[in-house]
């Protein structure tokens, strides 16, 4: 494993979970100069539990460099997002460890994809697994009220974990869109569709006011669908139950089409001005903070733009403008 990367560190540990080898900047990446954490709990040094340092060891061990992903608590305000590269190095096991924010920070956006595509690539697999094994206990005709209930919220939160891979790997992703002319109604009501079961766990209608004889627009709605339908769910989430989300389909300048989509509930702090489209750069960006980024990179990829106006008052309007 080579630590001579930007802000990586190499941790060597021994069978009883306490450090034995450090590589690397830690006074920047772990907060503590090197001499401070040798012959420390390993748990201590990651910030992380006794328990999931024991797993750490165990993934390492395997010797199959299986990544892994921690939040950890090094002192900081917020919980500091590390990825591990477990293996054995000279025989002991040892973890290659990235800071996230420092490789996200000031990158080039074809960093960043490339990193989005690792990310989701990793996860999709095992996620797989755990919607398998969740959809076979569904099946069990034995099961009470109450393990159907959780049952019911594992599945809707591994549809949660299937729309941020979708957002990961759509940022990720440059290869050149198919585009075809669709009805940008079809488009958007097919989005809807990928959120449904959220948005009727809320008793939420997408009420859509749309522009008779409207051109059709030039989309990949492959690519498009998964990420407009995590905005939707966005601005969906900061409704009242029983209350509309409200779209407008309008006629743009020079032949484009527009469409409008309002978040009453959304506000836009001056210092996110700068950033609101960039990764993990804004709290509107909800949906592992990429949702905005990612629905605006798929519309520049195939003509279109998006744009919002706000303020720091509730209230903002995003328009998706759309090639013809």
């Known amino acids: 494993m080579n630590a001579h990367l930007l802000q990586a560190v190499l941790l060597a540990w021994s069978p009883s979970l306490r450090v034995t080898r450090v590589e690397g900047d830690t006074a920047t990446l772990l907060r503590r100069p090197a001499a401070e954490l040798l012959e420390r709990p390993l748990h201590a040094v990651l910030g992380v539990t006794p328990e999931r340092a024991r797993e750490l060891d165990a993934r390492a061990r395997e010797d199959r460099r299986a990544v892994e992903f921690v939040s950890a608590n090094l002192g900081a305000e917020d919980p500091t997002p590390l990825r591990l590269s477990l293996g054995l190095d000279q025989g002991e096991a040892c973890a290659g460890v990235l800071d996230l924010n420092a490789v996200l920070e ?28 969740v959809q076979t206990l569904a099946r069990n005709t034995g099961l009470s009220d109450r393990d159907r209930r959780r049952l019911t919220i594992a599945n809707r939160e591994i549809r949660t974990m299937e729309r941020m891979l979708w957002l990961l790997s759509e940022y990720g992703r440059d290869t050149t869109p198919n585009l075809d002319a669709h009805p940008l109604r079809s488009v958007l009501q097919e989005a809807t569709g990928m959120v449904a079961p959220e948005l009727a766990e809320r008793r939420i209608e997408v009420r ?14 492959n690519r498009l669908r998964p990420v407009l339908a995590q905005v939707l769910l966005n601005v969906a989430m900061g409704r009242p139950e029983d209350s509309p989300v409200e779209v407008a389909l309008r006629r743009g300048p020079a032949g484009r ?68």
């Open 106 to 133: 000031g990158a080039p956006p074809v960093q960043i994809s490339r990193l989005s595509s690792s990310l989701s690539h990793e996860i999709r697999n095992p996620l797989s697994s755990v919607k398998m094994a």
């Open 208 to 221: 859509v006011d749309e522009e008779p004889d409207l051109p059709r627009v030039k989309v990949d709605p």
């Open 257 to 324: 089409v527009l469409m409008v989509l309002k978040d009453p509930a959304a506000a836009l702090p001056p210092e996110e001005r700068g950033t609101l489209f960039e990764p993990f750069g804004s709290r509107l960006a909800r949906g592992a903070g990429l949702s905005l980024a990612a629905l605006r990179r798929v519309m520049t990829g195939q003509g279109g733009d998006l744009a919002a106006e706000g303020s720091a008052e509730p209230g903002m309007v995003f328009t998706l403008t759309f090639a013809t």
